[in-house]
């Protein structure tokens, strides 16, 4: 719908023609799409015109992308913590390995 939308206004009518829901689903869809400011919905005579508020797409894109930094940030520093863990764990299982082979009473697997 919003790609629809993207291209220019159009009518709620002509917004439920590519889709396989009732007048009353779409309806109630554009109705939040109202709500969160993302579209615009005007009377213009007998029919109802739904217009995309760009600037509104462009601000939910913007915090989207943020949030997307920070959790690709976020995964890289979890990244860090684990290799380092799983160097820790490879050195200390190759020290415990050497001491137990030394002392003959452990063998390493």
Same mark, same amino acid.
């Given at each position: 719908?919003? +790609?629809?939308? =993207?291209?220019?206004?159009? =009518?709620?009518?002509?917004?439920?023609e590519?889709?396989?829901?009732?007048?009353?689903?779409?309806?109630?869809?554009?109705? /939040?799409?109202? !709500?969160?400011?993302?579209?615009?919905?005007?009377?213009?005579?007998? *029919?109802?015109?739904?217009?995309? !508020?760009p600037?509104?797409?462009?601000?939910? =894109?913007?915090?989207?992308?943020? /949030?997307?930094?920070?959790? *690709? +940030?976020?995964? @890289?520093?979890?990244?860090?913590?684990?290799?380092?863990?799983?160097?820790? *764990?490879? =050195? @200390?299982?190759?020290?415990?390995? +050497? !001491? @137990?082979?030394?002392?003959?009473?452990? *063998?390493?697997?």
């Open positions: 719908m919003i +790609e629809r939308l =993207s291209h220019g206004p159009a =009518s709620v009518h002509g917004l439920t590519p889709f396989a829901l009732s007048q009353q689903m779409i309806s109630k869809h554009i109705a /939040y799409l109202v !709500r969160a400011r993302i579209v615009i919905k005007t009377k213009r005579g007998r *029919e109802s015109v739904c217009t995309l !508020r600037e509104a797409i462009k601000t939910v =894109s913007d915090w989207a992308v943020s /949030y997307r930094r920070f959790w *690709e +940030e976020s995964f @890289d520093k979890l990244d860090v913590v684990v290799n380092q863990m799983k160097q820790t *764990e490879i =050195s @200390d299982d190759t020290k415990h390995g +050497e !001491r @137990d082979r030394a002392d003959g009473c452990h *063998e390493s697997f």
